[in-house]
């Protein structure tokens, strides 16, 4: 168990990719770290620009005195640094497969958000599109209880945001892009996802949630339809 004063970790509550690595941790049972709370929307902390000056941004993960930014490289860190419960096969082309469809997982997350607050023509496009897009997800985990097969893996954690956060960005957006008759094998995941314990303590509260994504949608089109 690490000394939590050797493990500091920057989030923002409602920040799926901070949850990433709140999950990726939990897994390999470590509970003794530092959050440290930030305010990225309106006041980043100068702790924060020093650790992350290039990206300015949550996650940001110190061990040791060493940070380490971006979500999915910390995943990838914690893997390889606490060896119980790994997250990645160790078959290199299996693992190279895996970091390959978590990218494509990322282009999934960014539609997904970009449907919630577009509006018109281009808001059809972006949910027609991302739609196409779960039809490759559900290939993938088609037969499997996890993407990790019987337990929780790293794409599991790339992909979690669709179990809380897609309804959440569904609602606000009233959009339609998961349909549980359409994509049963989501919708299976999705139950067995959000059955672990690990996984649900961590989750933002919905209504808090939601509130704050209408708030952050209201302010994306205030901007860019003008």
Known sequence: MENSEELKLLGFWVSPTVARVEWA????????YVHVEED???NKSPLLLELNPVHKKVPVLVHKGKP???SDVIVK????TWKNYPLLPQDPYEKARILSFAK???KLFDDAFTAMWSQGEEKEKVVK???EEFEKIEEEIKGRKFFGGESIGYLDIALGWISYWLPLWEEVGSINIFDPI????????VENFLSQPVINEKL????RAVEYFQERRAFITSVIYV
């Open 25 to 32: 941790l939990g897994l390999k049972g470590i509970k003794d």
């Open 40 to 42: 990225v929307i309106y």
């Open 68 to 70: 380490i930014a971006e």
């Open 77 to 80: 860190y914690i893997d390889e």
């Open 104 to 106: 494509f997982g990322d």
């Open 129 to 131: 599109s991302t739609i």
């Open 182 to 189: 359409k994509f049963p094998g989501i919708a299976s995941w």
């Open 204 to 207: 933002p509260p919905k209504d």
